[in-house]
């Protein structure tokens, strides 16, 4: 493993007698120094600003037109969007409630979800343009598919929806907010999917005949309620260890991709399974929505559990360390804590 704290072999042998501005220390000292760190501080703000407007547009091209639409026609689908998310919420406020370190402000709680909303756009994106590819293949190729595509970009782009914002605020300052932050990004995730199958189910069945829009939607909307809360449990995963990372910088990079690694795995197991669900219900005489609604509640209840458990296990370990203690007599201590980009 690489020194975290590399040095120059003159940086290692000087005793601070020698000033070695710019042969091999640096800092802040001339007019030009103080314009490169202004201008990079420009530089890595513009691009986030960039990635945000972006993704934005994404969204707006993508599904603005067609929402504005259905929702102004049929005001109950946006009814049905909300509801179906309702369970993915209650498991955000299960994991909020688990911090057992200061609470994580409204303001980034509401910038992560409106950025994990609209990075869904780009996972969209990379899915429909390689979809096809893989699907050539078969069965195999769609395997492939969900583990090599669907999960790991779906859950990196709720891993950025948080890296980019909340992970840069000195509010960030333990592990388990990145458990927080990640479910509401999943939350913001699972909203804008959940919105796309009910609003895509709704302009298909208008243009079909004999079939009710209304009842249409609301059986989509009844399936993504199960399917929501998957997004949740895997992203609160991968921002977990991304509060692990940021807390231990010399292997943070390892770190980052292991949690990417357990929340994709986990993902695309799930879309592996539920795709491939008509075994069962060709084999056993239930119906099939009565098997999908087990299955998914066994697997997402067996992943949350574990999650409970890593939570559960932070919070014994802040209790046995006396941890509270690091914030007695400081009640805005987060806006002082050290930002660690």
């Known amino acids: ?16 007698s020698l000033d070695l501005y710019d042969v091999v220390d640096w800092d802040v000292r001339s007019p030009l120094d103080r ?65 057992v370190t200061m ?21 969209a994106i990379v899915n429909s343009a390689l979809q096809s590819t893989f699907a050539a293949v078969g069965l195999a190729g769609t395997v492939l598919f969900f ?30 907010d990145g458990a927080v932050y990640g479910a509401v990004a999943g939350l913001g ?6 919105s796309i199958y009910i609003v895509g189910d709704v302009i298909q069945t208008t243009q079909a005949a004999g079939i009710d829009p209304g009842a249409a939607a609301l059986q989509i909307a009844a399936v993504r309620t199960f399917a ?29 991709v292991k949690g990417l690694v357990v929340a994709a795995g ?27 609604i087990a299955f998914v509640v066994v697997y997402d209840g067996f992943f949350f559990s574990l999650l409970v458990r890593k939570l559960r296990r932070y919070r014994r370990a802040y209790e046995e360390t006396d941890a509270a203690a690091y914030y007695e007599g400081d009640t805005d201590l987060k806006s002082a804590v050290r930002r660690i980009d």
């Open 147 to 176: 583990f090599l595509v669907v999960g790991p970009v779906e859950e990196t782009v709720k891993w950025l929806a948080v890296r980019l914002y909340a992970y840069r605020s000195g509010r960030f300052d333990a592990v388990v």
């Open 35 to 99: 314009f490169a760190v202004k201008t990079y501080g420009t530089l890595v703000a513009s691009s986030r600003v960039f990635v945000v407007l972006l993704a934005l547009l994404v969204v707006l091209g993508q599904f603005a037109a067609a929402f504005g639409f259905v929702f102004l026609e049929r005001p109950y689908v946006g009814a049905y969007v909300v509801l179906s998310v309702v369970p993915a919420l209650v498991l955000v406020w299960y994991v909020w409630r688990s911090d």
């Open 1 to 16: 493993m690489p020194d975290s704290d590399p040095q120059d072999p003159i940086q290692r042998a000087n005793d601070g």
């Open 228 to 256: 929501g809360p998957g997004h949740v449990i895997y992203s609160a995963f991968a921002g977990y260890y991304l509060g692990l990372a940021k807390f231990n910088p010399e292997n943070r990079g390892p770190i980052v």
């Open 266 to 292: 986990i993902h695309a197991t799930y879309n592996t399974i539920v795709s491939n669900l008509d075994i069962v219900y060709n084999a056993v005489p239930v119906p099939s929505a009565l098997v999908f």
């Open 103 to 123: 609470r994580e402000p409204l303001e980034l709680l509401a910038v992560t979800f409106a950025l994990g909303f609209l990075f869904a756009g780009f996972a």
């Open 189 to 194: 995730f699972a909203t804008i999917e959940n």
